[in-house]
């Protein structure tokens, strides 16, 4: 059983940055791979980011390649999704998610998942 708890959303100009992390509990985070999804209203679940168990792998969705970066840090049990240059766009619930299996793309293969935290960019 892993829980997780994101944090770090808020409200910020469009242009600007936030961090997000997401804090696992648990001695075996270091074999789940992890994953951002987000949820805009009105729109369905998205995949965001996904990141292996060691970090070496990692996958973005088109939409945020070259501006957002998810890593990790297993000493700590906790995944990252740094974001950089946020449009509007990127407003949404952003949720992490857990999976004792190799990273992927698709939201119905992750067993774990947090509350979320909002991040609203504005114009």
């Known amino acids: 059983q892993v829980q997780l708890v994101e944090s770090g959303g808020g409200l910020v100009q469009a242009g600007g940055s936030l961090r997000l992390s997401c804090a696992a509990s648990?001695?075996?985070?270091?074999?789940?791979?992890m994953g951002w999804f987000r949820q805009a209203p009105g729109k369905e679940r998205e995949f965001v980011a996904a990141i292996s168990w060691s970090g070496g792998t990692a996958y973005y969705a088109d939409s945020v390649k070259g501006r957002f970066t998810i890593s990790r840090d297993n000493a700590k049990n906790t995944v990252y999704l740094q974001m950089n240059s946020l449009k509007p766009e990127d407003t949404a619930v952003y949720y992490c998610a857990a999976r004792k299996a190799i990273a992927t793309r698709h939201s119905y293969e992750y067993d774990y998942w947090g509350q979320g935290t909002q991040v609203t960019v504005s114009s």
């Open positions: 648990g001695r075996t985070f270091s074999s789940y791979a």
